[in-house]
């Protein structure tokens, strides 16, 4: 789904852990890079160290430790700031803005959470902040990008509403199965007629 998701602004990508989600979050990123020739960013927060294209040694990236967990607030913070800048250019130019595409990519994010469960404050306010660029993003190229084990609003932190702004993607692996189906028999992860889910579901037995 990396093309898909390259011509997305937000996204929920959704996977049980080992189904490939950082390989296939690599590759979008590959592909958004060719989609925009290169007119793109991406500020990466990752609690795992992974690589991401020699985009892990730029300063764009911020690796999650239990002792910098706060950290993802600022970079979230930062995002919002840039993106209110880009939304007044906008208003007083009366032209879309042609700044690069940001995307800012979550990747763990279920982790990032429990990271920051012993500092609820600092939990509120990147849930916040997220949620407000979902909200307003879109128009002025500032997506997000967030990776996770679980497409409940309850536990990744945020509105419903704002879930409703992002393209969800369900991943599976080999025999692994269970995501899919999962995807095909869950309405918030697939809007899909009665019939057409029926035959999914034949194609998976």
């Known amino acids: 789904p990396s093309p898909l998701i390259s011509a997305c602004?937000?996204?929920?990508?959704?996977?049980?852990?080992?189904?490939?989600?950082?390989?296939?979050?690599?590759?979008?990123?590959?592909?958004?890079?060719?989609?925009?020739?290169?007119h793109c960013e991406f500020w990466i927060s990752d609690p795992k160290g992974s690589t991401f294209m020699g985009l892990e040694?730029?300063?764009?990236?911020?690796f999650l430790e239990e002792k910098n967990a706060t950290d993802v607030v600022a970079m979230l913070d930062q995002a919002n700031a840039e993106l209110q800048v880009r939304i007044a250019r906008r208003r007083s130019t009366g032209q879309p803005t042609t700044a690069p595409y940001l995307t800012i990519i979550l990747d763990e994010w279920l982790t990032t959470l429990i990271r920051l469960s012993n500092n609820r404050p600092a939990r509120d306010k990147a849930c916040y902040t997220l949620d407000q660029i979902l909200a307003t993003g879109r128009e002025d190229?500032?997506?997000?990008?967030?990776?996770?084990?679980?497409?409940l609003v309850k536990e990744i932190g945020?509105?419903?509403?704002?879930?409703?702004?992002?393209?969800?993607?369900?991943?599976?692996?080999?025999?692994?199965?269970?995501?899919?189906r999962r995807a095909i028999n869950d309405q918030y992860?697939?809007?899909l007629d009665p019939q057409t889910r029926a035959e999914l579901q034949q194609k998976l037995k």
Do not use: C, P
């Open 189 to 191: 992860l697939s809007d």
């Open 9 to 38: 602004n937000h996204a929920l990508i959704v996977a049980a852990t080992d189904t490939g989600k950082t390989t296939t979050v690599k590759a979008s990123i590959r592909r958004k890079y060719e989609l925009h020739d290169g």
């Open 57 to 62: 040694q730029t300063n764009d990236y911020l």
């Open 158 to 180: 945020i509105s419903g509403m704002s879930r409703n702004n992002m393209a969800t993607f369900a991943l599976g692996r080999e025999l692994n199965i269970s995501t899919v």
């Open 141 to 151: 190229r500032v997506g997000v990008w967030v990776v996770t084990q679980s497409h």
